[in-house]
């Protein structure tokens, strides 16, 4: 599949498709895996998601069958793609989050996002 790292950020973004998921990591109740894009250097997500300067997209995924998807834009000037699943319960049951952290948001676009991400990605930001 053929990909374009298109890019758009979002104006009027409502952060409740990610609330469930950002509620768990507010109350420092999960450490998300951290996931090292190769080539570059190991990035923290410090005060995530205070720590969020801009939306770019992000999916509302559904308990035990599709995962909680952001992108968006760090006040570091970094970006992160940041993953959450869950079980049938929501996160009180079996929570796993993973993220990704560039300074290239087409790094992210083009390399991490696996095909079904991407589709999603293209087909909710086209």
Not at 9 to 30: A, D, M, R, V, W
Not at 55 to 72: P, R, T
Not at 91 to 119: G, H, L, R
Request: glycine content about 6%.
């Amino acid at each position: 599949m053929q990909r374009t790292p298109n890019i758009t950020f979002q104006k009027n973004f409502s952060y409740i498709f990610i609330k469930e998921p950002f509620n768990i990591l507010e109350h420092q109740e999960y450490t998300p895996k951290q996931n090292i894009i190769s080539g570059q250097s190991s990035k923290e997500i410090g005060s995530f998601p205070y720590n969020i300067a801009q939306y770019i997209w992000a999916h509302q995924g559904k308990y035990n069958e599709e995962d909680f998807l952001f992108l968006g834009e760090l006040l570091s000037g970094s970006y992160i793609f940041f993953k959450a699943k869950c079980g049938k319960n929501g996160f009180c049951d079996e929570p796993f989050m993973e993220y990704w952290i560039t300074n290239e948001p087409s790094t992210i676009i083009m390399e991490v996002m696996s095909d079904k991400e991407y589709e999603i990605y293209r087909k909710e930001t086209s």
